[in-house]
C-alpha cells in the first residue's frame, strides 16, 4: 500500500499524530530559552520535567474513559484541549508554574496521544493493513517542521509570547480534520475479560527504551549543540528538527522493510544503527557532525516505538484495545519524560557528551529484549 493511500486512510489520527508534534516540537526548540528564563541547572531542569510524567500518568485512568463518552468527538475535543495548553508556557516565569505547566500539557499529549494510537488501531485492525508507522511518521514530520519554524521565529527576535500561541493555532487548525467514525464496542454481559498483563508489560518494555532514547535527544540536542558545540539559535534548533525529519524516513520506510524482514530483525538493525548514531552525535566536534549522529540515530529509533504500540493492539481484544493501548503508551511515555531528568542529572555530573554516551547502553538493552519477544509467550 503506497503511503499516501495509507495516510488517506488514517486521516483522521494523522492529523491528531501532527497536532501533537507541531505541540512538542515548539517545546523542544524553546527549552534553551524556556531553562534560562527560569534560572535553572541542568539537574533541576531535567527533573522539572518530570512534572509532564506525573500528568501523564493521569491518561492511564482517563483515556480510556473519555473515549468511550466521548465517542468520535475524542479526538478532536482532545486536540481543542491540547491547543490551549500548548500556549501556557509563554507565561512559565517561575519554577513552580513551570513545573505545572508541564503536569498540564502531559496530560492533555496523552489524553489525544492514546486516542489516536487506538483509532489507528481500530483502523488497521478493520482493514488489515499496516497504518502505525505512517501516522507516527506525520507526527515526526510536525515535529521537524514545528521545531525549525520555532528556531525560525527565535532567530526573528520573537519572544515566547508570540512564539506559542502562533504555534497553538497550528495545533487548533488540526482539529476539524480528527472526526471518524468509531466501532461501537460489544463489552457483553459476561465477565470482563482480565487485561494481559504480559502483552502490556512487554509491549510497554519496547516502546519504553525507544522513547526514552528519543526524549533525550528532543530535549537536549538543542542544548548540546548550542552550549557545547557553541551553535546558535537556528543551529540549535535544526538537532531536534534532524531527529524529526529522519524519523519521519525511516517510519514512511518502516512498512516497506518489515514487510521484506521480521519485526525482530528490523528492530536489531535499527537499534545498532540508533547507537551508532548516538555515540556519534556526542562525540561530535561541531555541530555538522552532531547532525549526522543525530540523524543516524532518527533512523534508528523511528520503528521501535509504533511496532510496539501495533503489537499491542493487534493481539488485543476489541474491548480492550483502548485499555491495552493506554497502558503500553502510559508505560512508554513516561520513560519519555523520566529520560530528560536522568539526562539532566547526568548532565550535571558528568558533562552533555558522557550523558548522551549513557543513551547507547539504554539502546543496546533492546538486543537481549529481543531476544526475549522472539523466545517468550507474549498474548497473557
Not at 3 to 21: K, Q
Amino acid at each position: 500500500m503506497s503511503i499516501l493511500s495509507a495516510l488517506r486512510l488514517s486521516r483522521a489520527p494523522v492529523a491528531a499524530f501532527m497536532a501533537v508534534g507541531l505541540t512538542w516540537g515548539c517545546i523542544a526548540a524553546m527549552a534553551p530559552v524556556l531553562k534560562a528564563r527560569i534560572g535553572v541547572d541542568d539537574a533541576s531542569f531535567g527533573l522539572l520535567l518530570l512534572g509532564t510524567a506525573i500528568g501523564l500518568s493521569t491518561t492511564l485512568y482517563i483515556a480510556p474513559r473519555w473515549d468511550r463518552r466521548m465517542g468520535r468527538w475524542a479526538l478532536p475535543a482532545g486536540t481543542v484541549i491540547l491547543a490551549a495548553a500548548s500556549m501556557l508556557p509563554a507565561v512559565a516565569y517561575t519554577v513552580p508554574l513551570f513545573f505545572v505547566i508541564l503536569m498540564i500539557l502531559g496530560a492533555t499529549s496523552g489524553l489525544t496521544d492514546v486516542v489516536m494510537n487506538a483509532r489507528v488501531s481500530e483502523i488497521e485492525t478493520r482493514t488489515s493493513r499496516s497504518l502505525m508507522n505512517v501516522n507516527h511518521a506525520m507526527f515526526s514530520v510536525a515535529y521537524a517542521v514545528s521545531a525549525l519554524l520555532t528556531g525560525a521565529m527565535r532567530e526573528a527576535g520573537w519572544g515566547p509570547g508570540a512564539i506559542f500561541p502562533a504555534i497553538a493555532m497550528l495545533v487548533l487548525a488540526t482539529a476539524p480534520f480528527q472526526m471518524m467514525q468509531v466501532a461501537v464496542r460489544d463489552v457483553g454481559n459476561g465477565p470482563v475479560p482480565r487485561l494481559p498483563l504480559g502483552l502490556v508489560a512487554l509491549c510497554g518494555a519496547i516502546v519504553l527504551i525507544g522513547f526514552m532514547a528519543e526524549a533525550t535527544v528532543e530535549s537536549w540536542s538543542a542544548l548540546h549543540i548550542e552550549r557545547t558545540l557553541l551553535g546558535g539559535a537556528a543551529e540549535g534548533a535544526f538537532g531536534p528538527a534532524m531527529l524529526g525529519l529522519t524519523m519521519a524516513v525511516g517510519r514512511f520506510s518502516g512498512q516497506a522493510v518489515a514487510a521484506r524482514l521480521s519485526e525482530i530483525g528490523v528492530i536489531r538493525i535499527a537499534t545498532a544503527l540508533a547507537v551508532a548514531g548516538v555515540l556519534i552525535a556526542a562525540a561530535a566536534p561541531t555541530p555538522f557532525v552532531a547532525y549526522i549522529g543525530f540523524g543516524l540515530m532518527g533512523l534508528g529509533i523511528s520503528v521501535i516505538g509504533p511496532m510496539g504500540l501495533a503489537l499491542a493492539g493487534r493481539l488485543s481484544l476489541p474491548s480492550q484495545r483502548t485499555a491495552v493501548i493506554a497502558r503500553v503508551a502510559v508505560i512508554g511515555f513516561i520513560g519519555f519524560f523520566i529520560a530528560p531528568a536522568l539526562m539532566g542529572i547526568g548532565a550535571q555530573t558528568f558533562g552533555l557528551r558522557w550523558a548522551f554516551a549513557c543513551v547507547a547502553i539504554l539502546l543496546a538493552a533492546i538486543w537481549p529484549l529481543s531476544r526475549l519477544v522472539r523466545e517468550g509467550p507474549i498474548r497473557r
